[in-house]
């Protein structure tokens, strides 16, 4: 495991330029936009995770890929200010990153103006860092399964935060290596981990990233995560519980925990008052899937933390049309954001943009359009031109955030 101390030396920060005024919003009934005090943030499953190292990298170098084009096209007609991409996959040189900026979101998409996002960060993963245990005890050591988080590769199913605001890099924080038997009170299985693999076994699967962005002379701090799915495991249930605690993570963040420590050996939570987002594909839904002993109500229903519901009329027309598990379902199917198999688990709310209670809310939606309506063409059904999660935003007011 990368030792802490190489939180400042792994993580990545790049700033190409001014901060990039921000255009008319698309997908919100909201149309006052203020660049100077309001936000648009979002985050979005892009599926851009390849076989293969080095593949996305490939996919990108020309700007003739179809799924790239499609998300670049979401991603256009919702403008958001920060974007956070899950399942994007990673390089410690921002190859991809690079590529998807200039090769797609620069270039008009399907008649959307393009987008700049001047300052992004990208940061390494658990997934595909190989453990040298066999940590689903089938008897044999190496693969996917057997990486401290699952993955074919290093850097497999990375994330990518994209911002027109700058980051303040000296105060990033990053939390890949946080060891999950440190947590207190964790859920972790009994009797199946040795105590050598949980002496280096991290709670992410991927990564927590806290990233302040500056909006005007004010501070918003973007929370990023992508939990393990809450699935293909046994009766152990050991990816489900530590779902439950890569979600926990967070409630506890933001209450300023004190047994929380950083790459860099930083210890302690989030100050109090400040202002911040939690976002990514958190993989749990309150009413439905199988998620472990209610994993995302520890956000849905913390002090800190307001659920602004963001919700689309595709979702409901998707999960009545496809029925099988939806039929069951118990949640509103307008704020599932994920189109799964109609099997099991059918359509979930599984991605989130959750903001502390200091940041009034204005608008959000999820970009699920109807059948028909324009660009139901980019969400579409299986095999997806796009993903099978869909790209949820949030409208803030940042109090104070007066341009410099």
């Known amino acids: 495991m990368t030792p802490r101390t190489l939180r400042a ?68 007609t919702a403008d958001p200010d920060v974007v956070l991409l899950n ?14 900026r200039e090769n797609y979101l620069k270039v008009p998409q399907g008649g959307q103006d393009a987008v700049k996002y001047p300052y992004a960060f990208w940061a390494p993963v658990n997934t595909g860092v190989p453990s040298g245990f066999d940590l689903n005890n089938d008897g044999t050591v190496g693969g996917p399964d057997d990486a401290w988080g699952f993955g074919a590769f290093p850097g497999q199913y990375g994330m990518l935060l994209l911002s027109k605001h700058p980051i303040a890099k000296d105060d990033v924080r990053t939390f890949q290596n946080f060891r999950w038997q440190d947590m207190p009170g964790n859920v972790i299985p009994e009797d199946w981990y040795t105590e050598e693999e949980l002496a280096g076994l991290p709670l992410s699967s991927k990564s927590h990233w806290d990233v302040p962005i500056e909006v005007g002379t004010q501070t918003v701090h973007v929370l990023a ?16 519980r530590k ?85 069951s379902h118990e949640g509103d199917p307008a704020l599932d954001t994920a189109d799964f198999a109609d099997t099991a688990p ?54 104070g955030g007066k341009a410099r």
Not at 12 to 40: E, F, H, K, Q, Y
Request: net charge negative; aromatic share 8%; hydrophobic share 40%.
């Open 243 to 327: 779902n439950h605690d890569e979600i926990r993570f967070w409630a506890d963040y933001v209450r300023g925990a004190d047994y929380i420590y950083d790459d860099a050996g930083v210890e302690g939570g989030l100050e109090a008052g400040a202002r911040f987002v939690i976002a990514g594909d958190y993989n749990a839904d309150p009413h439905d899937g199988d998620a472990y002993d209610g994993a995302i109500d520890q956000l849905l229903e913390h002090n800190r933390i307001q659920d602004p519901l963001p919700a689309s009329e595709g979702g409901a027309e998707a999960a009545a049309l496809q029925g099988g598990a939806n039929a």
């Open 346 to 399: 059918g359509n979930l709310r599984a991605d989130y943009v959750l903001p502390s209670r200091n940041l009034p809310v204005f608008g959000s939606g999820v970009f699920w359009p109807e059948q028909g309506e324009p660009g139901a063409e980019l969400t579409g059904a299986y095999p997806f031109p796009t993903s099978d999660h869909r790209l949820v935003w949030v409208d803030l007011r940042v109090p």
């Open 87 to 100: 399942e994007f996959d990673h390089d410690a040189e921002g190859t991809s990153a690079e590529l998807f």
């Open 9 to 76: 030396a792994l993580a990545t920060i790049i700033a190409v330029g001014a901060t990039a005024a921000v255009a008319a919003p698309a997908a919100s009934a909201a149309d006052d936009r203020d660049p100077r005090t309001n936000l648009r943030v979002a985050t979005y499953n892009v599926s851009l995770n390849r076989a293969t190292e080095g593949g996305l990298a490939a996919d990108l170098a020309t700007p003739d890929n179809a799924q790239a084009r499609a998300l670049a096209e979401a991603i256009q």
């Open 225 to 240: 995560a992508h939990p393990t799915p809450p699935t293909f495991d046994g009766p152990e249930d050991r990816n489900g």
